[in-house]
């Protein structure tokens, strides 16, 4: 790599950073950010860009994200997908187990990190998943290199429901790392899901879904999840939470 190409300044950029916006100018020497100044740099040997009137933004971490490799690349794949990540301004993705097959045991997780060394144009890493009978391979996962332990407590795409008491109490009960959590009370969406079949048939309108999934179904669960995680001391991540009630559970007595 050429000294012209490793050094990178960019000038008179509107730069948005900690919650303030300024311009200035950004040093980078090779893969990291060197100096920040609201006042003008100059640097030997470097590459200038000239940001008059741009904004210059973090780059942004998405850690839901649910690419199709393996199992489904007709619809994306790691490259494509990692390429638009990187065109939205994601530099780092964490991916969901529920490809095909599911990612449930070790080896399955290691070939997705082998295939995104090779064809990733972003960060990454991936989430190991859990079911009602992974308990062994949830407990080998490398809390170092895996961003955490996916666990649907409510059914989603792909055949991952964890819906055995026993079995959760295990996963929070042993997991080496985070524990990020999809949460919505089976028996509740399935109780619902009957009475509404009942009333449309096949033609239900999409605007009971969230009648299907209600409130009662995501808060049920949810306080499952967060009670789990005090009882353990276990690092708990609820993704996309649905409802003001489900804000209410967390309190400083939480693991962050």
Same mark, same amino acid.
Do not use: W
């Given at each position: 790599?050429?000294?012209? /190409? !490793?050094?990178?300044?960019?000038?008179?950029?509107?730069?948005?950073?900690?919650?303030?916006?300024?311009? @200035?100018?950004?040093?980078?020497?090779?893969?990291?950010?060197?100096?920040?100044?609201? +006042?003008?740099? +100059?640097?030997?040997?470097?590459?200038?860009?000239?940001?008059?009137?741009? &904004?210059?933004?973090?780059?942004?971490?998405?850690?839901?994200?649910?690419?199709?490799?393996?199992?489904?690349?007709?619809? @994306?794949?790691? &490259?494509?997908?990692?390429?638009?990540?990187?065109?939205?301004?994601?530099?780092?993705?964490?991916?969901?187990?529920? /490809?095909?097959?599911?990612?449930?045991?070790?080896?399955?997780?290691? =070939?997705? &990190?082998?295939?995104?060394?090779?064809?990733?144009?972003?960060? &990454? !890493?991936?989430?190991?998943?859990?079911?009602?009978?992974?308990?062994? =391979?949830?407990?080998?996962?490398? %809390?170092?290199?895996? #961003?955490?332990?996916?666990? *649907?407590?409510?059914?989603?795409?792909?055949?991952?429901?964890?819906?055995?008491?026993?079995?959760?109490?295990?996963?929070?009960?042993?997991? %080496? /790392?985070?524990?990020?959590?999809? #949460?919505?009370?089976?028996? /509740?969406?399935?109780?619902?899901?009957?009475?509404?079949? =009942?009333? *449309?048939?096949?033609?239900?309108?999409?605007?009971?879904?969230?009648?299907?999934? !209600?409130?009662?179904? #995501? *808060?049920? +669960? !949810?306080?499952?999840?967060?009670?789990?995680?005090?009882?353990?001391?276990?690092?708990?991540?609820?993704?996309?939470?649905?409802?003001?009630?489900?804000?209410?559970?967390?309190?400083?007595?939480?693991?962050?």
């Amino acid at each position: 790599m050429s000294i012209a /190409t !490793s050094r990178k300044l960019i000038k008179n950029a509107f730069i948005v950073n900690e919650g303030s916006i300024f311009k @200035g100018d950004v040093l980078v020497q090779g893969k990291f950010i060197d100096k920040i100044s609201d +006042s003008s740099l +100059s640097a030997d040997n470097a590459e200038v860009i000239d940001a008059e009137g741009l &904004y210059l933004l973090p780059g942004v971490i998405d850690d839901q994200v649910h690419f199709r490799d393996p199992g489904l690349t007709h619809k @994306g794949d790691l &490259y494509t997908e990692s390429k638009a990540a990187v065109a939205g301004g994601i530099t780092s993705y964490m991916e969901m187990p529920n /490809t095909i097959p599911n990612t449930l045991t070790q080896g399955l997780l290691e =070939e997705k &990190y082998q295939a995104a060394s090779e064809k990733s144009l972003a960060n &990454y !890493s991936f989430y190991m998943g859990a079911s009602n009978d992974n308990i062994e =391979e949830i407990i080998k996962t490398d %809390p170092k290199k895996v #961003c955490g332990i996916k666990v *649907f407590m409510g059914s989603s795409t792909g055949n991952m429901l964890v819906d055995n008491d026993q079995v959760l109490e295990e996963i929070f009960r042993k997991a %080496p /790392t985070l524990i990020a959590v999809h #949460c919505e009370d089976e028996t /509740t969406v399935r109780k619902n899901n009957t009475e509404y079949f =009942e009333i *449309f048939g096949e033609d239900a309108p999409p605007e009971i879904h969230p009648l299907i999934r !209600s409130e009662e179904a #995501c *808060f049920l +669960s !949810s306080s499952k999840a967060v009670s789990l995680a005090k009882k353990h001391n276990t690092r708990l991540h609820i993704l996309h939470l649905s409802t003001e009630k489900e804000i209410q559970l967390f309190d400083t007595n939480l693991p962050l």
